[in-house]
């Protein structure tokens, strides 16, 4: 369960959330940002607008006492009457204020609409790119359904907070003092007693309330949010449910979760009556009682019906406000808490970040330099060991070994997904930790071993790879990567939509159009991540021999676990354990006999028995 103190932990990224004041204070500049006079002369204009419907909102009151008093008769003794209108004219101006009150509202309302929508852009984009700029680290541990989930609240909680803080509780804040006021010189001290004890009364029931609900809310919200992770958990790993003939299971994994959530949802329900129940108790006691006294007034002759009417006319019309005070704290409290989730996110620290004198990467050949490498994902378990080597400009360097020998950790690392701790990484004789990161990534090009496409067209995840680039340089790329036939062969051709994650595709159309993206991109230092290990051997033959001539004039590194794919290379080294075993040209490694030399052996009998098929 999440905490519930400002130091709270969120239960779907693992960051802190925002304490409530911090919050607020992040708040402020959305609503009156430096440089921003438009924003500012909108928010003015809506203020004026706030403070016309008010005033006209509680002349109404008045005038409608007014127009009472007419029709009894007793309007003439009352010298602060409008006799002038007569009944008819009173009604008409009671009209007139009463819609006069919404004109107001609305015109206030759609002159700050625009000020809280550009809030929510600026904030989403905000909270966007900080996410891409947070840690691979970060993102391997983080719940993406839960992610959406904070995010969505907290903009929304962005723009409900600037819209009532500063559209209802003030205002709220002024009717009620005119109200108190009012009563005090029209009727008495004691009416203005009566009303000002209530309203605290009311207010301190509905604070104290609401902050038990927040905590329920909260939980209700940790339920949500864990049970639509589960959701998209088990969608985007429909194949593998499938496989395993777990839809029961899964459907009884989310039913547990919904369980939960239900659970905590019919407590914010029953708290929301009990707090509904007091509020109207504590209203209706106060309205019963300056009711009561005025109706005393009439009785002795000391007030006019229609100063009865118009006792009435206010604590009704200060009923709905309060109700809807209820109302706004219980949704600030709660838009604090999901802003506070989201902040908590934007507070999350880049790990990588740019050295403040860091300067772009000036690529003068690509030789790649590890030297005396050491890192760890985790303290307790070390995953390189002071790796030592060279990649010249324009080698083809193959990476090869068992798994977690830390071959996929070498390109990580060389991309600069993490930070390492002991050693240095030099392109071209520049640290990688003292240029941006952009040259860097912008300079480097990788294959993985599994590519993840957008649900997009093909054309799109194609074109990925250099923004700008033409028709004809994409389906070039396609070409060389040989899926080009395949492409225009679809019916939708280039335009066909490959699917969440691109399921739509099989694993070896996938790895083809993530090589042809790299291959529009045109790096000049390659990282080919078991880039063919989901095609068949005829097609991974042909896409060698586009990467072996892509990889002309540039430094490649290849991480291989067939070693077939890379006994041409100019160098291969050997990994055990984050450790360099063996290094040298793949005839010189098997004229060792050493590790290579039985790796190469035991591969070598594997594809003799074997037959050779076809990748879906």
Do not use: C
Not at 142 to 147: A, E, H, I, M, S
Not at 164 to 182: D, H, K, N, Q, R
Not at 555 to 582: C, F, K, P, W, Y
Not at 591 to 597: D, H, N, Q, S, T
């Amino acid at each position: 369960m999440r905490r519930t103190t400002t130091t709270a932990t969120s239960a779907d990224t693992g960051t802190a959330r925002a304490p409530a004041l911090t919050t607020l204070r992040r708040v402020v500049p959305y609503l009156w940002p430096e440089g921003q006079t438009w924003v500012k002369r909108r928010v003015v204009i809506a203020l004026v607008f706030l403070l016309a419907a008010k005033l006209v909102s509680v002349l109404t009151p008045y005038i409608y006492k007014l127009a009472v008093d007419s029709l009894s008769g007793e309007a003439g003794s009352d010298p602060r009457a409008l006799v002038g209108l007569g009944a008819v004219g009173l009604v008409v101006a009671y009209g007139l204020a009463r819609l006069g009150a919404v004109v107001f509202g609305e015109l206030r309302d759609a002159v700050f609409v625009r000020v809280g929508q550009r809030a929510i852009r600026r904030l989403a984009i905000e909270t966007f790119t900080h996410i891409h700029q947070l840690s691979l680290r970060y993102h391997i541990t983080r719940k993406t359904g839960g992610l959406s989930r904070i995010i969505e609240r907290g903009v929304k909680g962005v723009d409900f907070l600037l819209r009532f803080m500063l559209l209802s509780i003030g205002p709220l804040i002024l009717e009620l003092t005119m109200v108190a006021v009012i009563f005090a010189l029209v009727f008495g001290w004691q009416y203005s007693a009566v009303v000002i004890v209530t309203i605290a009364l009311y207010v301190w029931f509905t604070f104290a309330v609401t902050e038990w609900r927040v905590k329920l809310r909260r939980e209700m919200n940790d339920q949500d949010t864990d049970a639509n992770q589960k959701a998209i958990d088990s969608l985007l790993n429909f194949e593998t449910v499938k496989y395993f003939n777990a839809e029961q299971r899964e459907a009884d994994r989310y039913d547990g979760a919904m369980r939960q959530y239900e659970t905590a949802a019919v407590k914010t329900g029953l708290s929301l009556s009990f707090l509904n129940i007091g509020q109207a108790t504590l209203i209706t006691t106060g309205l019963v009682i300056v009711m009561a006294m005025s109706a005393v007034g009439v009785r002795s002759g000391t007030l006019t019906v229609g100063d009865f009417v118009m006792v009435n006319a206010y604590m009704m019309q200060i009923t709905l406000p309060l109700n809807f005070l209820g109302t706004v704290y219980r949704e600030i409290r709660q838009a604090l808490v999901d802003m506070g989730e989201m902040f908590g996110l934007l507070g999350q620290p880049a790990e990588i970040t740019d050295a403040p004198d860091a300067r772009p990467l000036d690529i003068r050949g690509g030789e790649v330099v590890f030297d005396a490498v050491r890192f760890a994902y985790e303290p307790e378990r070390q995953i390189l060991h002071g790796i030592s080597f060279r990649v010249a400009p324009g080698e083809r360097v193959a990476l090869v070994g068992t798994s977690g020998s830390g071959k996929s950790t070498i390109g990580r690392l060389l991309f600069r997904f993490y930070d390492i701790q002991g050693g240095a990484i030099r392109i071209d004789g520049q640290d990688v930790r003292t240029v941006t990161q952009s040259s860097l990534h912008q300079a480097i090009g990788v294959v993985p071993q599994d590519t993840v496409l957008f649900n997009d067209t093909i054309l799109y995840n194609i074109a990925y790879g250099r923004a700008g680039a033409s028709r004809t340089e994409i389906e070039a790329a396609a070409r060389a990567a040989k899926i080009h036939e395949f492409i225009i062969g679809l019916p939708q051709g280039y335009d066909t939509t490959v699917g969440e994650r691109g399921l739509k595709l099989s694993g070896g159309e996938k790895q083809r159009v993530g090589i042809a993206r790299t291959l529009l991109k045109n790096p000049p230092i390659l990282i080919l991540d078991e880039a063919t290990s989901a095609l068949d051997t005829q097609t991974e033959r042909s896409i060698q021999d586009s990467l072996r001539e892509m990889g002309q004039g540039r430094s490649v590194i290849m991480i291989a676990h067939r070693l077939s794919t890379i006994a041409d290379a100019d160098q291969i080294i050997v990994l055990e354990n984050g450790r360099i075993v063996e290094q040298g040209r793949h005839e010189e490694l098997l004229a060792r006999g050493g590790r290579y030399a039985q790796m190469w052996e035991r591969q070598s009998a594997e594809e003799d028995s074997e037959p050779q098929g076809e990748a879906a």
